[in-house]
Every structure is written in C-alpha cells, then in structure tokens.
C-alpha cells in the first residue's frame, strides 16, 4: 500500500508539471530540480513504474476510452441516463462525433499523459546506474505500455502524433501527426524488443510478461494485415504452454481468481478501502439506481441483438449478463447489465462500491480465437466452444448462420468476449464494421470509422489535421 500511495505522489507531481505547459500534447519533460534528481534508485524507478501502471486505470477506465470505442460504438451496449455532459456521451453511440466532443478531447489527454510518463522512465533509466537484469526488464515492461496505448490510440484516430522521447513544448509544435503506417512500425518495433528483454513470468503480479508483448504483437500484426506474422506470434504464446483455458467459463469471473491460468495481461485492483485503487466496473455498469445505496453509472447496458446472439445452452450468457437486480426491501427490478465484474461482497463507501475485480486486457481465450480468425483453422476455435459445452463447428448441431470460420469465429467474439472491449477493434480489423453496423441502425460511415481530432488541439496547433469527414 505505502508503494501505491507514493505512486500516486509521483503521479501528482508529474501533473502539476503538466498543468503549467501550454502544450498541445503536454509532453514537456519534468525540469525541476528534485525530479531531476529522482530517476537515480532502483526504489526511484519502481515508484515511477507503478506511476506508469496506474495510468491503466485511466485508460481501461470503465468510462475511458477504450470503452468508449470497444464497446458503446459497437452493437453490444447501450447507455442508460449516465451523469455527465449527456450530448457527448451519446455521440460514441450514434455516430454523431464531433470535432469539439469535451471526452474525446479527454481521451487524447489521458493518452498523451500516459505515454509522457513511460517516455521519461525510458530515457532516464538509460544512463541510470542500475542491474542489466533490472534494466532490461524495466524497459520491457514500459515499452509494452507504450506499444499498448499507441495501438489503442492509432485504432481510435488513425494517424497520430508519434512520441518516443520526452520533448519540450517549443518541440512539440512541430510533432505532427505520423501516418498510420508509422505508428504500427513503432509499435512492432518496440514490442519485438520488449519481448526480448521479459520473462515469462510476471516480476510483479499484473506486470507484462515476454507472453503478454506476443498475444499484443500478435494482434497488431493482424490489424495491419500481417497474417503471417500475426500467426507466428500468437502460435508461440500458444506453444509457451505458459497459459490454457480454465474448465470453466463462470470461474474467470469469481472475484476470488485472479492472475489464473488463462490470464495473459490483467490489471490488478484491490477492493475493500476507499484508500485502495479499487474496481470501478460493477459500479459504472450497473443500472442507474440508488435503490442499493449507490449511483449506478448505467455505462454497457447490454442489448437484446447480443442477448439473442447467444446459443441455446450456453453458459456464457448468464455468466456475462445479469437480468435485474432487487433492492433492500426485495423488490426486482428487470435490467440487462454486464455481470462479469460483479462483487456483491464489496462495501460501500460513500455510495461507491469499493470492488475487488481485476480487468483482463488479454486472455488466452482471445489468443484462440485469433488464430482461427487468422489461419482459418476452426481447431483454435473449437477449444473455446468445448469449454463452453457447444457443439463444434464442422458437427451436426453447429448454427447454420455461421456457416464459414470468418462468420464462427465473429460470433464467437463477441459472445466469449462481451463487454471486455473488444467488440469495435474486431470488426475493424476484419473490416465488418460497416455492414454490420449499419444492418443494426447505425449510420457508420468510413469516414466515422476514426474520430475526431479535438478542436482544442488544432487551436493549439494549427498545423495538426484532421480526419475526413470532420
């Protein structure tokens, strides 16, 4: 706890030198002396690093954005009346974005802050003088952060201002946004070296691991195309044999288990104290109700398209979808809800419920089903319906709508993957973004498959573009 805490201290002082630059991408290094002479220690570097660890809590925020774009622009969710500036929020969901969103704005903050932190821990910890071993490790694990946010962000805005060094503000005028192509480039480059440098076991609970840099690597390659890659590497984490499908479905969503078996890349919480960088998501995807003694966020509220998505007979969908709720007194109330991260046994704090979940950002399930997605091999994909108990696609009983393994492996996706942001990144990798959403409603349009560059950062710096459309 004193780690976490000091963390946060760390974190505070990086954003008060944030808070007094007039950067459009607020990059500009720490100058003061006493954080000059922090990055010395190896106790230095590991506050920072928890500092940079932190920052997954922003990022896959139930409410940040890759939320936002995994799941509210796609079919499986929808809103209830959540607090906050109502109009931009709805904007994800219907397609109406614009250029002067207030959370899109937030989101590119959020990620630039985030990358700013990693950038300094890699340039300092180059001359610091410290163990290889540690070094190496250090390095690894950041890069990987990086290579996370950069992937998130290139998939969200396309073309992004591509930051690898901590810049000053006079700099950073001139970084201008890097074509897509570049920005993977990076990304590969520094995961293939990140996977180099880490061990196939977490230093800490929750940090990346040589397996956690392939599942990521993996799926970049095949965002960009690169099936042949793509293959290579996600074949590797499978031959690891470091991971493996728990047997049943439900128990990786007992707030018991945690770091499991089929666990690739998690972000650690630790419920039970306000003072604890507690769960948000049982909170931010209940309906919006105090009939408990909380507020309810009413964030992923699931659609009946996703309830009928899933088979008769599978499991998965009352272990990923809770149907009501009752109050103190008794009373039920019907609602459809992601149940994944539920923690009834949580307290409430000050109408907050201070859950104990973890979030997964990779799991071998994933790591499955693209490699069937990707070799057209139905035998990847077949594990994970086994697991579920459901006939095996090539059987008699298999549904007859998913008649090719492109069609299996995107329904089975999306109800293996439900509400674990991924729904959007998918359909665009496999370019099905367009004719599914708009058979459902949805005024997609290739123009509207990125979003908007905030008006806030093209008043900083005009010589930013912006994407078609906007």
Same mark, same amino acid.
């Given at each position: 706890?004193?780690?976490?805490? $000091? ?7 990086? #954003?008060?030198?944030?808070?007094? &630059?007039?950067?459009? =991408?607020? %990059? ?95 340039? $300092? ?7 290889? #071993?540690?070094?190496?490790?250090? &390095?690894?694990?950041? =890069?990987? %952060? ?10 969200i805005w396309g073309d992004v201002p591509l930051v690898t060094k901590p810049v000053t503000a006079a700099e950073a005028y001139n970084i201008l946004r890097s074509p ?70 439900? #128990? ?63 499991g998965r969908r009352e272990a990923s979808i809770d149907t009501g709720y009752s109050d103190a007194k008794g009373n039920f109330t019907k609602a459809k809800f992601p ?76 109800v293996e993957l439900a509400f674990e942001f991924q729904r959007w990144f998918d359909l665009k990798r496999t370019n099905r973004v367009i004719p599914v959403l708009t ?32």
């Amino acid at each position: 706890m004193k780690k976490y805490i $000091k963390s946060i201290a760390l974190a505070a002082l990086i #954003a008060t030198t944030w808070s007094c &630059k007039d950067s459009f =991408l607020e %990059l500009a290094p720490v100058s003061n002396p006493s954080a000059e002479n922090f990055y010395k220690t190896k106790t230095d570097f590991d506050l920072a690093s928890n500092a940079a660890y932190n920052t997954l809590y922003t990022v896959y925020h139930p409410q940040g954005p890759v939320s936002y774009a995994g799941e509210l622009m796609a079919d499986n969710v929808t809103i209830f009346n959540i607090s906050g500036n109502q109009a931009d929020k709805w904007q994800f969901r219907d397609y109406t974005l614009a250029p002067a969103n207030t959370m899109v704005y937030q989101f590119w903050q959020d990620f630039y802050k985030s990358i700013y932190n990693i950038n300094i821990i890699l340039e $300092k910890i180059e001359t610091a003088e410290l163990d290889q #071993a540690y070094k190496a490790q250090t &390095k690894g694990e950041m =890069l990987f %952060l990086r290579s996370l946010y950069y992937f998130q962000m290139v998939q969200i805005w396309g073309d992004v201002p591509l930051v690898t060094k901590p810049v000053t503000a006079a700099e950073a005028y001139n970084i201008l946004r890097s074509p897509a192509t570049e920005v993977y480039a990076q990304i590969i480059k520094d995961l293939s070296d990140a996977k180099s440098k880490l061990g196939v076991t977490p230093a800490i609970a929750g940090r990346a691991t040589k397996g956690a840099a392939q599942a990521l690597l993996g799926k970049v390659y095949l965002a960009t195309g690169d099936k042949t890659n793509g293959v290579k590497e996600l074949k590797e984490v499978v031959d690891s044999k470091q991971y493996d499908l728990l047997p049943s479905f439900a #128990a990786l969503w007992d707030v018991k288990n945690k770091n499991t078996k089929e666990s690739i890349f998690e972000i650690q919480y630790l419920g039970g104290s306000a003072t604890n960088p507690y769960s948000n998501y049982y909170l931010e995807f209940f309906p919006n109700s105090n009939a408990l003694g909380f507020y309810g966020a009413g964030m992923n509220q699931v659609v009946e398209d996703l309830w009928n998505e899933y088979e008769k007979g599978d499991g998965r969908r009352e272990a990923s979808i809770d149907t009501g709720y009752s109050d103190a007194k008794g009373n039920f109330t019907k609602a459809k809800f992601p149940k994944k991260w539920t923690d009834k046994s949580a307290p409430l704090i000050n109408q907050n419920i201070a859950a104990n979940n973890n979030f997964i950002v990779l799991r071998y399930a994933d790591v499955l089903l693209l490699l069937s997605e990707a070799t057209g091999d139905a035998t990847y994909l077949n594990l994970v319906r086994k697991r579920a108990g459901l006939s095996l696609y090539g059987e008699s009983g298999y549904p007859a709508q998913y008649n090719t393994v492109a069609l299996a492996v995107e329904h089975e996706r999306r109800v293996e993957l439900a509400f674990e942001f991924q729904r959007w990144f998918d359909l665009k990798r496999t370019n099905r973004v367009i004719p599914v959403l708009t058979a459902k409603g949805k005024p997609v349009t290739q123009n509207k498959l990125v979003l908007p560059i905030p008006n806030i950062v093209r008043d900083q710096n005009a010589k930013i573009t912006q994407n078609a459309g906007y």
